[in-house]
């Protein structure tokens, strides 16, 4: 079966950073595109960064652009989400996605939480 993992959340200050992680198995993780999506208190859910199945091409929202990188080690069946110079409006649960034939996979997500 699919699944997904995400860890790496906590309490940071703002302009701080901090590194997500996402553990995938039961799937061929290296054929699939993935992505970081959020949803932060009573907002809907948004996509943050996709990356493309070897790596080659990425995409961000226009408010993470130069902040957040995403990545992935197809080795070790991760992806990863960078976040630098995080501001209070990132304050949100993480979550990891993929999608195979047609059908969305989530993580059960992970809490950052940015504040003073």
């Known amino acids: 079966q699919v699944q997904l993992v995400e860890s790496g959340g906590g309490l940071v200050q703002p302009g701080g950073s901090l590194r997500l992680s996402c553990a995938a198995s039961?799937?061929?993780?290296?054929?699939?595109?993935m992505s970081w999506y959020r949803q932060a208190p009573g907002k809907e859910r948004e996509l943050v960064a996709g990356?493309?199945?070897?790596?080659?091409?990425?995409n961000y929202a226009d408010s993470m652009k130069g902040r957040f990188t995403i990545s992935r080690d197809n080795a070790k069946n991760t992806v990863s989400l960078q976040m630098n110079s995080l501001k209070p409006e990132d304050t949100a649960v993480y979550y990891c996605?993929?999608?195979?034939?047609?059908?969305?996979?989530w993580g059960k997500g992970t809490l950052v939480t940015v504040s003073s």
């Open positions: 990356i493309t199945s070897a790596g080659g091409s990425t």
């Open positions: 996605n993929t999608r195979i034939f047609g059908i969305n996979y």
């Open positions: 039961g799937f061929t993780f290296s054929s699939y595109a």
